[in-house]
């Protein structure tokens, strides 16, 4: 069974910090991207920012500069270092892992429960 855990979300002032974990409890897979989603209510679900296995990083254009996305393939983590939050970086904040059980399967997503990140002005 594969399971994600995010942590560290929390209510924050704006121009103040956070740090994202996420928990992946997913041995035996191939893990390939990693990636960190958001979601406000009334919003789609909004990719903030990915991290391949040789460790390519991409940002949503808001998010650039101020976010960082980072992974320990050691541990199975993937971390998100929030900088200079904004009010509308108030979402919930959800982990994403690409992995495939077996070499001759296609890979699949699989995502963790969200960690609220709230940004007061």
């Known amino acids: 069974q594969v399971q994600l855990v995010e942590s560290g979300g929390g209510l924050v002032q704006a121009g103040g910090s956070l740090r994202l974990s996420c928990a992946a409890s997913?041995?035996?897979?191939?893990?390939?991207?990693m990636a960190w989603y958001r979601q406000a209510p009334g919003k789609q679900r909004e990719l903030v920012a990915t991290?391949?296995?040789?460790?390519?990083?991409n940002y949503a254009d808001s998010v650039k500069a101020r976010f960082t996305i980072s992974r320990d393939d050691a541990k199975n983590m993937v971390y998100l270092q929030m900088n200079i939050l904004k009010p509308e970086d108030t979402a919930v904040y959800y982990c994403?892992?690409?992995?495939?059980?077996?070499?001759?399967?296609?890979?699949?997503?699989?995502w963790g429960q969200g960690t609220q990140v709230t940004v007061s002005s």
């Open positions: 994403n892992v690409r992995a495939r059980r077996d070499i001759w399967r296609g890979y699949e997503d699989y």
């Open positions: 997913i041995r035996h897979y191939d893990i390939n991207t």
């Open positions: 991290i391949s296995k040789g460790g390519s990083t």
